[in-house]
């Protein structure tokens, strides 16, 4: 607006119209949300997808109830894409990628900054590097990142592979859930059990029916549509 102005005072504005476009706007907040290009990190999901495809779709030790979900789970896995881990939040699991030189094209990959440390001495002979000169991205994970290990995670399964109870409780039996989350949870489980624990997280997927309101939407935090607990209690 203030350029508009300084160029209508100068006399150089030729001319004003309106158009129309789509301005993106934070759920929360309201405000305008401005596009911007970074880099982000991505997982390959070809290789991880063939074990999950095989169990549900080519043999019987995934059952999906009720069965027509097959088409759904065939579409997402037949079709994958590889997956955007990178989410730029201030909550969550950093990323565990420590970055040294200049720039961004330097980076390790490692559990903590002290193994990073370790590996950025190796790599560039410099033995006076020390955790001031690296810098771990800021990015987190996305929070499906983190759930896709909840078969596991649940029994210490990751930090701790042979303790008893994960022996005693992996696999499971039954998962119950909703449709709606097929690919981003139930798929997502299948992959890390055999990619983490080389077997199947559970024998059988129950969807249930979706709760929803007079416009059939999802119950949802976002669209504010969920009903007022407090009023229901009154």
Known sequence: KKIVKALEESGELIKKENYRHKVGTSERTK???EPRLSD????????????????????DEIQLVPEK???????????????????????GHQIPVYYYGEN????????????????????????????VDITQDDDVLDTWFSSWLWPISVFDGINNPDNNDINYYYPTTDLVTGPDIIFFWVSRMIMAGYEFKDSRPFTNVYF???????????????LGNSPDALKLID
């Open 31 to 33: 405000a305008v949300i």
């Open 69 to 91: 979900f097959k088409n759904t789970y065939r579409h997402w896995m037949e079709n994958i894409r590889d997956w955007n881990i990178s989410r730029q939040l201030y909550w």
């Open 104 to 131: 961004n094209k330097k980076y390790v990959v490692a559990e903590s900054i002290d193994k990073a440390v370790e590996l950025v001495k190796k790599r560039t002979g410099n033995n006076n590097i020390s955790e």
């Open 40 to 59: 982000q990190w991505f997982l390959k999901m070809e290789e991880l997808a063939k074990p999950a495809i095989k169990s549900v779709l080519q043999s």
């Open 208 to 222: 249930t029916g979706i709760v929803r309101d007079k416009k059939r939407r999802k119950m949802s935090k976002s």
